[in-house]
């Protein structure tokens, strides 16, 4: 159980595109989900939160236009990397919990976005 | 602030040879202390949820203990195949519920 799907698990684009990110709890709701970043041996970084039927909460430094989140359903959210740059290239991981009193995240594989 | 501090950065270990990972951490009403195995490439890997202190939960060739102040990753006898980074996080109060990660212990284990 607890198993979370990303896709596409890689991703070219140019630069000044748009590009979409999908993140799917498969076997159970995910009231919350989170997306984060991850550098290259790096650990990670928290983007933002985002609740089903809410507006995502972006961590600080972290551009909300830039950095689209919809969470439409308790099994789908999605991020949407708008008017891409070389440096947004990274590795971008989500994750998502179960439950109101449940800390565990369980992540999904992960997308390597580049940015030419 | 919640910290969490993981040591060391890197571990090289001959298969066979048994070590630990350390985990310190500084929060304010822990809600549990988290491990995860990431591989290169991939996201993390859920490994075991740690409560209170004295607790201690194994997985094959892992044991995860935990005191008021650290945790510790104990591989017994690894092999190649435990090769990975090991990261750790902490849960501490707060409606969002979020972890807060340390840097990870890059963990190789030679044939």
């Known amino acids: 159980g607890a198993v979370v799907s990303q896709h596409p698990s890689r991703v070219i684009c140019k630069s000044g595109t748009s590009v979409k990110i999908e993140c799917r709890s498969l076997?159970?709701?995910?009231?919350?989900m989170f997306w984060y970043r991850q550098f290259p041996k790096k650990s990670l970084m928290l983007m933002a939160t985002?609740?089903?039927?809410?507006?995502?909460?972006?961590e600080q430094g972290v551009e909300k236009d830039k950095f689209l989140i919809n969470h439409a359903s308790l099994t789908l959210s999605t991020l949407t990397v708008t008017s891409a740059h070389p440096e947004d290239s990274s590795f971008y991981i989500c994750?998502?919990?179960?439950?109101?009193?449940?800390?565990?995240?369980?992540f999904g594989p992960g997308t390597r976005l580049t940015v030419t | 602030e919640d910290q969490v501090t993981q040591s060391p950065e890197a571990l090289r270990l001959q298969e066979g040879e048994s070590s630990s990972l350390n985990c310190s951490y500084t929060?304010?009403?822990?809600?549990?202390l988290f491990w995860y195995r990431q591989d290169p490439g991939k996201g993390p890997e859920f490994l075991f949820t740690?409560?209170?202190a004295g607790e201690e939960k194994e997985k094959e060739r892992l044991k995860a203990t935990l005191t008021k102040k650290e945790s510790f990753l104990h591989i017994t006898a690894p092999k190649p195949e435990d090769s990975a980074t090991y990261l750790c996080?902490?849960?501490?109060?707060?409606?969002?519920?979020?972890?807060?990660f340390g840097s990870g212990t890059q963990l190789t284990v030679l044939p």
């Open positions: 994750s998502a919990r179960d439950g109101a009193g449940i800390y565990e995240q369980y």
């Open positions: 740690l409560y209170s």
């Open positions: 076997d159970f709701q995910a009231t919350t």
């Open positions: 929060v304010s009403g822990l809600r549990g």
């Open positions: 985002s609740n089903e039927g809410s507006k995502a909460t972006y």
């Open positions: 996080a902490v849960g501490a109060g707060g409606s969002a519920r979020q972890l807060t």
